[in-house]
């Protein structure tokens, strides 16, 4: 279980997260909804440690991640994978070292299992025969899939997907989106997915939670959020440009923590 | 008046801080440089991009700076009937400084740039993050190997311009000022003691570590898209050839009055 208590986090004196408490059940898989720039993916690297929190803490099955030390931290590292949002491969190696890095860094498995194994993960995802080719050599979708790829390569128990579809055409998305599910349903693999795709969110989604002001202020199922009375929600489900949103009366965050202090 | 105390001390503060920022750097440099598992392959890599790659253009400079060396002094020299001292001169001065720091700027300049450039491009994009998820220490899998390679390439180097140097005295003493082959050698090494090799090795290792250090901090620390990515390579280049021209006054300086 992930547990994630009154987190703040800010960056050059700007806050992005603000007391944000949010319980991630083993199994489920959590969608959180948001505009862009609300913190997110600033969210999602502190699940991983990438990010420290200014206050607050995140407690991964009763540990604390930002107090491990270094070893403990590769070792829960190992138990993640992650999937950025600009998918981040390393433009240095192929499709089959990227997919494989850990494979090859943290196992002693031969070059010949290896590449059974990326090629495995690579069909997941619904490519093959691309190992040898450079990042720079695929289109934004392929990439993103191959980011998927490494992720699921070392059948971790945690996902972090910062928005899986984003730059998909609608059926590679849904294909991703049934990926998603499938390792939900089978390895009971327990997930994060950031995006700010309804159609995903409705279809992947256990539980779906909406990130405004640094905080959740709501959080169901999918169900209950598309019947929600909050206006915040309403507005950004059903994609509308009025509301209270981008209503300029409301109170923006840098008001809200002006009111705070 | 208050204002420029302000911004004295300001920068006063960035410098400490940049400072310590480097340091640490430089010792978890330390620490995963002797960690285990070693990568004979990225060091090899590494090898070959920084100090093969830097042949070309070091055989060039230390060449046409023997030459320089060797002309400008038999301007002189020529007048007192001193010729046979320019190798001497052109050895000398070699081995001890140009030949040193000539090569770190060289380097610093074509290592240390492409160095800030690839490390700040893998932090824009990510890759420094996913590297650290994949539970793989970006020090130690990104600058060790350059740590490593970089300070046993550049002494290297610079032992080549010493050699290159000499020729480019020995081309220009030889066929134009008319000393003789055997002249040229004997008067080149006579006066060469192993102390002079070994002070300007010793200051190339210090190079070596500050054009590392320098170029995979500013690299790392990149904010800011491709607009930072150029920042950092630019003062990647700057402060380290600062800092070599600084470090090398003080080594002087030092041995000036030690040895
Ligand atoms: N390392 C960082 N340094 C400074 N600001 C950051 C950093 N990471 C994120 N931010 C800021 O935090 C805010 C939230 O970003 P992000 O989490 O990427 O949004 P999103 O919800 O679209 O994923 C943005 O305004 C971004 O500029
Ligand atoms: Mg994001």
């Given at each position: 279980?992930?547990?994630?208590?009154?987190?703040?986090?800010?960056?050059?004196?700007?806050?992005?997260?603000?007391?944000?408490?949010?319980?991630?059940?083993?199994?489920?898989?959590?969608?959180?909804?948001?505009?862009?720039?609300?913190?997110?993916?600033?969210?999602?690297?502190?699940?991983?440690?990438?990010?420290?929190?200014?206050?607050?803490?995140?407690?991964?099955?009763?540990?604390?991640?930002?107090?491990?030390?270094?070893?403990?931290?590769?070792?829960?590292?190992?138990?993640?994978?992650?999937?950025?949002?600009?998918?981040?491969?390393?433009?240095?190696?192929?499709?089959?070292?990227?997919?494989?890095?850990?494979?090859?860094?943290?196992?002693?498995?031969?070059?010949?299992?290896?590449?059974?194994?990326?090629?495995?993960?690579?069909?997941?995802?619904?490519?093959?025969?691309?190992?040898?080719?450079?990042?720079?050599?695929?289109?934004?979708?392929?990439?993103?899939?191959?980011?998927?790829?490494?992720?699921?390569?070392?059948?971790?128990?945690?996902?972090?997907?910062?928005?899986?579809?984003?730059?998909?055409?609608?059926?590679?998305?849904?294909?991703?989106?049934?990926?998603?599910?499938?390792?939900?349903?089978?390895?009971?693999?327990?997930?994060?997915?950031?995006?700010?795709?309804?159609?995903?969110?409705?279809?992947?989604?256990?539980?779906?939670?909406m990130?405004y002001?640094?905080?959740?202020v709501e959080?169901?199922?999918?169900?209950?959020?598309?019947?929600?009375?909050n206006p915040v929600v309403r507005q950004f489900?059903?994609?509308?440009?009025?509301g209270p949103i981008?209503?300029?009366?409301f109170?923006?965050?840098?008001?809200?923590?002006?009111?705070?202090? | 008046?208050?204002?420029?105390?302000?911004?004295?001390?300001?920068?006063?503060?960035?410098?400490?801080?940049?400072?310590?920022?480097?340091?640490?750097?430089?010792?978890?440099?330390?620490?995963?440089?002797?960690?285990?598992?070693?990568?004979?392959?990225?060091?090899?890599?590494?090898?070959?991009?920084?100090?093969?790659?830097?042949?070309?253009?070091?055989?060039?400079?230390?060449?046409?700076?023997?030459?320089?060396?060797?002309?400008?002094?038999?301007?002189?020299?020529?007048?007192?009937?001193?010729?046979?001292?320019?190798?001497?001169?052109?050895?000398?001065?070699?081995?001890?400084?140009?030949?040193?720091?000539?090569?770190?700027?060289?380097?610093?300049?074509?290592?240390?740039?492409?160095?800030?450039?690839?490390?700040?491009?893998?932090?824009?994009?990510?890759?420094?993050?996913?590297?650290?998820?994949?539970?793989?220490?970006?020090?130690?899998?990104?600058?060790?190997?350059?740590?490593?390679?970089?300070?046993?390439?550049?002494?290297?180097?610079?032992?080549?311009?010493?050699?290159?140097?000499?020729?480019?005295?020995?081309?220009?003493?030889?066929?134009?000022?008319?000393?003789?082959?055997?002249?040229?050698?004997?008067?080149?090494?006579?006066?060469?003691?192993?102390?002079?090799?070994?002070?300007?090795?010793?200051?190339?290792?210090?190079?070596?570590?500050?054009?590392?250090?320098?170029?995979?901090?500013?690299?790392?620390?990149?904010?800011?898209?491709?607009?930072?990515?150029?920042?950092?390579?630019?003062?990647?280049?700057?402060?380290?050839?600062?800092?070599?021209?600084?470090?090398?006054?003080?080594?002087?300086?030092?041995?000036?009055?030690?040895?």
């Amino acid at each position: 279980m992930i547990e994630a208590t009154n987190v703040v986090k800010a960056f050059n004196n700007r806050l992005v997260l603000n007391r944000l408490s949010l319980k991630i059940e083993k199994g489920e898989t959590l969608v959180i909804i948001g505009r862009s720039g609300c913190g997110k993916s600033v969210f999602l690297k502190h699940l991983i440690g990438l990010v420290k929190p200014d206050q607050g803490e995140i407690i991964i099955d009763g540990i604390n991640v930002a107090a491990l030390t270094f070893k403990q931290m590769s070792n829960l590292r190992m138990r993640f994978g992650m999937l950025f949002q600009a998918a981040a491969l390393f433009d240095s190696m192929t499709v089959g070292e990227n997919v494989g890095f850990n494979l090859i860094e943290h196992t002693n498995l031969s070059s010949q299992a290896i590449r059974q194994r990326v090629e495995e993960s690579l069909e997941l995802v619904g490519l093959r025969g691309i190992q040898d080719l450079k990042p720079a050599e695929l289109s934004g979708g392929m990439k993103k899939r191959v980011a998927l790829a490494r992720a699921i390569c070392m059948k971790p128990e945690i996902l972090l997907y910062d928005e899986p579809t984003t730059g998909l055409d609608p059926i590679m998305a849904d294909a991703i989106n049934d990926l998603i599910v499938q390792l939900h349903d089978k390895l009971k693999v327990t997930s994060v997915v950031v995006t700010h795709d309804m159609v995903s969110a409705y279809k992947i989604g256990t539980r779906i939670a909406m990130m405004y002001q640094g905080h959740i202020v709501e959080i169901g199922t999918p169900e209950q959020i598309k019947n929600t009375s909050n206006p915040v929600v309403r507005q950004f489900i059903t994609g509308s440009a009025v509301g209270p949103i981008t209503d300029i009366n409301f109170k923006s965050l840098e008001q809200v923590e002006g009111d705070r202090k | 008046m208050k204002k420029l105390i302000e911004g004295f001390g300001r920068s006063a503060i960035g410098t400490v801080r940049y400072a310590g920022g480097v340091s640490v750097l430089f010792f978890e440099t330390l620490f995963w440089v002797a960690m285990p598992p070693f990568r004979p392959g990225q060091i090899y890599d590494q090898m070959v991009k920084i100090g093969v790659d830097s042949l070309p253009i070091a055989t060039l400079t230390a060449f046409f700076i023997g030459v320089v060396i060797a002309l400008q002094s038999a301007y002189q020299m020529i007048k007192v009937s001193a010729e046979m001292y320019i190798p001497s001169l052109v050895s000398i001065s070699m081995t001890r400084e140009i030949a040193p720091i000539l090569t770190a700027l060289v380097v610093a300049g074509r290592v240390g740039a492409s160095i800030a450039a690839e490390l700040g491009s893998m932090k824009v994009t990510e890759q420094i993050d996913a590297l650290e998820t994949l539970a793989t220490p970006p020090i130690k899998y990104l600058v060790a190997p350059r740590f490593l390679a970089l300070f046993t390439m550049l002494p290297l180097l610079t032992v080549y311009a010493d050699l290159i140097g000499i020729i480019g005295g020995y081309t220009v003493s030889v066929y134009k000022l008319g000393l003789t082959h055997s002249m040229y050698i004997k008067m080149t090494f006579q006066p060469l003691v192993l102390k002079d090799i070994f002070t300007g090795l010793f200051k190339s290792l210090i190079f070596a570590v500050i054009i590392c250090i320098v170029s995979c901090y500013e690299g790392m620390k990149v904010e800011g898209g491709a607009e930072g990515v150029g920042l950092a390579t630019t003062r990647a280049v700057v402060i380290s050839s600062m800092l070599i021209i600084t470090s090398d006054a003080l080594c002087t300086v030092i041995f000036y009055f030690v040895g």
